[in-house]
């Protein structure tokens, strides 16, 4: 199993190439963007949610994810979750300027969801969610959980999800994954008022 990761450092910007016995994946992103995704999974619907994150987060997305899906979805959702936190991290770099936190509702239909963050540097995730059915299609809901997780730990950051409420599960899904861009950009923001990182510690 191997990992490979680079920063551009003209820009906050990163991408990972990693490749296992699972899965062979190539991701690009910038938190700096303007909505511009391009992607190419094995998993249908996780490619409908990160197109919902990009586009609603302003990030430059560009995804190549196969996997062995004949399977199941899980090594391949699981990856991604950890090639995308790992550029998150390295896309931050030094941390210095940004907001660090955000708290984002975000309503879909009858589903409204709420994402908070803080880009601690201390990974903490937690979950509250109950969706109506166990499946969206083929998407097994359970790996909502399992992308997030993962994010939230290669990040590095401290994530907090919570589905309010809801009756339709693509709703209630969907809601998180917008409501996970607009923080993700709120908390990145540069903040012209900060000097320095945002913590007493001196350090993030």
Known sequence: MSSETGRDLTGRRAAV???????????DFGLDGSGVVELETDVPFMNHMLDLFAKHGQFDLKLKAEGDVHIDDHHTVEDIGICLG???LQALGDKKGIKRYASV?????EALAQVVIDLSNRPH????????SAQVGSFSTELVHEFLWKLALEARITLHVIVH?????HHM????????GRALDEATSIDPRVQGVPSTKGVL
């Open 17 to 27: 190439a990693r490749k296992t016995n699972e899965t062979d994946i190539e991701l």
């Open 86 to 88: 790992q550029t998150i």
């Open 105 to 109: 509702f975000v309503p879909m239909d």
């Open 125 to 132: 995730f937690e979950y509250r969610a109950q969706y109506p």
């Open 165 to 169: 409420y809801g009756q339709n599960t």
């Open 173 to 180: 899904i969907e809601a998180v994954f917008k409501a996970l």
